[in-house]
Each structure stands twice: as C-alpha cells, then as structure tokens.
C-alpha cells in the first residue's frame, strides 16, 4: 500500500490495517505469542487474575529465553593451537578435545579444562647430598618436561609441578648417592680409579641415569609428564667446607706434582743406566774375547817355540835372548855393560825424556853377546 493514496484527503501508515487506527501487524504477533504461552503456563482469563498470569507469563518466558542463550553459548569450546581440553561429564572423564572448535553440552552436564601440551616446562632446584664415600657435595639441576597425558596431568596427581620436583630430586639424592666424589666432580680428580674406564663428561652420564630414574618414577605416579633433558649445572662442594676442599686438592696436586718429577727423572735416568751397563758389559766381552784370543796365540806361539828350540837349541836360545833384550832395553834409557869395558859398545844417545831406538839397542846387545861368545 503507498503512503499516499490517490483521492485521499490523509496519508495511509503502511504498518497499520486498513481501517485506520487498528492495531498493527507486529503487535499482533507479540500479542499472539503472550497469549500461547499464558495458555502453556497457566490458561487465560480476565479481570485482575488475568492479569498476574500474563505477568507471570513474561517472567517465564524470560527465563527460558536465558536458558535458550546459556545453552547456546556454553555449548562450544574454542581450543586454541598446542592446547587440548579434557571434558568431564558429571565430574567423570567423557573425551579430549584437539585443537579447534569443539561442541559440548551445557554446564553442569559437562566442563572443558583446557592444558597446554606443546609448552616446555622446567624447574631448578639446588639440593645437598652424600656421596659413596661420604663426601657432601651441593648439586644444582634443571628439568625440562612436557605435558605427554593431559588427562593424567590435571587428575592423577594433586600437584604435577611439585611432584616432578620431589621425584627429580628423588632420582638425583639416587644417582649421587651411589657415586663416589672423584666420578660425580672430575676436576677433584688428581689420579684415575683403579679399573675405571675413562669417561668424557662424567657428570652427562651422571644426569642421563638421573633422568631415566626420574622418568620411571613419574610412570609410576601416573603423572602424565614427559622428561625431555636433565642437567647437572653445578656440583660443587658447600661453602662452609670450600677451604677444606681446596686444601684437599693443592695437596693432591702437590703430591701429583712430585710423583711427575720422580717419573721424568726415573725415565731419564734408567735409560742412561742401563746403556752404560750395556756399554761395560760389552766391554767386558770384548775384553774376554781378547784375553782368549791373546792366550791362545800366545800358547801356540809357545809350542812354535819349542818345536823350534828341539830342532836348533843355541839359535832358539839366542834368538830368545836378543827379543827379550830388545824388549827390555827399548824402555829404558839406560844400558849396563857386563864386559868391564872390554868392548866398545856404540849407543846412540837419545834426547832427553827419549828412550834409544829399540833396533840400535838390539844391534848393541847383538855385538855384545857375539864378543862375549867369542871370548
């Protein structure tokens, strides 16, 4: 219908009836669905009693429009990424939802705990202990963890966070207990244990059986925890016995230091020794090979001798007499005459501090015997 129809003396409202000043369209609508839910909740009728139960028809009908809205807003979870939500329904575990939009039914038929399972946790914690052989030393370690069970995490345990700290030191007080000092603080060692088989990094493997400790006692619990790493950043021991500690180790060091000595000087002088051994007895042996050898020659030189002597006794003797001479009058400067001046013997006389030359003194005995035996 136009607002203003032709031949008309007034303008025409188009949401009105067309009889003019009736009611319009949308009032009767409202009015229809009063009247629908007066009659639901309670019937119609007149007068003053008609009127508290259409007052009391609005109010329930405001009521279900509330629970119309709660139903519809509290019927979805919007799970962001890395996070999962655990639902319960009636206080018992119903499903887990992934990341995403998620529908549910209504508190309190069920609720939606929301837990991050991507986020890497960690915890430090500085604790004192006693090692094998009942030395005290102070361990500060870090855990890092992720939730692997979300369900676990928030129900298994009243408080996971604390539980993973109380079991961690639990398997660290384990792993130290069982070490001695010198394994679990490698720069306190001066010498290495006897049988022990040289370790890179001492204290990485310490933490490793540390964690793996740790990681079973959490499955245990039922925590719902994943341990990705376990570090030893400082062992050390306490501040009250430091000086003492020190003390320990410039002694062992000192000790250490002397026994390095020792060791250069033993290196070098048993080689020395044990060549001049070498050297003296291999002199020995040469000096043995050549008595021997001297002995024999001279053995043989004697039988030669006497084979000689038997054939021609006077030459053999006088041939002996005259090398004996020559050796005899060689060293000495001086020569005696047993002639009594009889013969003329002609010695050269040699420097001073010089022996004659041995044949001049050979010829001179010579000349002698063969005057004498001519006498």
């Known amino acids: 219908m136009a607002w203003n129809e032709p031949g008309s003396g007034k303008q025409r409202d188009p949401w009105k009836d067309n009889g003019g000043g009736g009611k319009n369209d949308l009032d009767d609508a409202i009015q229809r669905i009063k009247d629908t839910f007066g009659r639901l909740f309670g019937g119609g009728g007149g007068g003053a009693s008609g009127g508290d139960r259409g007052r009391n028809g609005g109010v329930l009908l405001a009521i279900i429009g509330l629970l119309i809205a709660w139903v ?10 890395g996070k999962e939500a655990v639902v319960l329904r ?46 005290i030393v ?22 996971p966070d604390q539980t993973l700290k109380q079991a961690a030191e639990s398997a660290v007080r384990e792993v130290i207990g069982t070490s001695k000092l010198d394994a679990i603080m490698p720069d306190q060692r001066v010498e290495p244990l006897e049988g022990e088989k040289p370790v890179a990094n001492p204290s990485a493997e310490l933490a490793q059986q540390a964690k793996k400790v740790l990681q079973q006692t959490l499955e245990r619990y039922h925590a719902g925890l994943q341990v990705n790493d376990l570090n030893f950043q400082n062992v050390r021991p306490p501040q009250e016995v430091k000086d003492s500690f020190d003390d320990a180790i410039s002694a062992r060091e000192d000790r250490q230091r002397a026994s390095n000595i020792a060791d250069a000087y033993a290196k070098r002088v048993v080689p020395e020794a044990r060549g001049e051994a070498a050297r003296i007895l291999a002199e020995a042996q040469g000096y043995k090979a050549e008595r021997i050898a001297r002995a024999e020659g001279d053995a043989q030189r004697f039988d030669l001798i006497a084979s000689q002597y038997r054939a021609a006794p006077e030459v053999t003797r006088k041939r002996l007499y005259i090398e004996t001479m020559q050796q005899v009058v060689s060293g000495t400067p001086k020569v005696i005459d047993f002639t009594g001046g009889k013969n003329l013997l002609q010695i050269p006389v ?23 035996g001519g006498h």
């Open 90 to 135: 009636f206080g018992q575990y119903a499903r887990t939802m992934p990341p995403g939009f998620n529908l549910k039914w209504p508190r309190p038929i069920e609720s939606a705990t929301e837990v991050n399972v991507q986020e890497v946790r960690n915890i430090s914690d500085t604790v004192r202990m006693l090692t094998r052989d009942e030395n």
């Open 350 to 372: 040699p420097a001073a501090g010089s022996a004659p030359p041995a044949a001049d003194a050979a010829a001179a005995m010579s000349a002698a015997e063969s005057d004498k």
């Open 72 to 81: 519809l807003f509290d019927s979805w979870v919007q799970v962001n990424a």
């Open 138 to 159: 102070q361990v500060e370690f870090n855990v890092q963890y992720e939730v692997a069970d979300s369900t676990l995490f928030l129900y298994a345990t009243r408080d």
